[in-house]
């Protein structure tokens, strides 16, 4: 493998490191968002703030050159795994 090469996967590397620690962190949030939302008796999706938070992100990386349309996937699959770990705190809290 030449030294250009190298340098991207490293780069690469990295960039996938940090999303990792950055999607866990959120998830470290949401969590505790399920957990208030249990405690309040408040049903685990928002539409209204997924459609904001989708126009939102669809915003962002059209302005960062990245497609929308992969960007809505996205945040699409995060939001539907938030919400089932919400289901789920709802479920074991009673």
């Keep these: 493998m030449d030294d250009t090469l190298k340098r991207y ?10 999303l990792v620690f950055m999607l ?6 949401t969590q505790a ?15 209204g703030r997924e459609k904001e938070q ?8 059209s302005d960062a050159r990245l ?3 992969f960007s809505e996937k996205f945040l699409r699959f995060i939001i539907d795994e ?3 770990h919400h289901e789920q705190i709802i479920e074991k809290s009673g």
Aim: glycine share 2%; aromatic share 4%.
């Design 9 to 18: 996967r490293e780069s690469i590397n990295n960039i996938d490191a940090a």
């Design 24 to 29: 866990a962190e959120r998830f470290k949030v």
């Design 33 to 47: 968002v399920g957990e208030y939302k249990a405690r309040n008796q408040l049903p685990p999706a928002d539409p």
């Design 54 to 61: 989708i126009a939102r992100l669809r915003q962002l990386a």
């Design 67 to 69: 497609d929308p349309e």
């Design 82 to 84: 938030v919400i089932r």
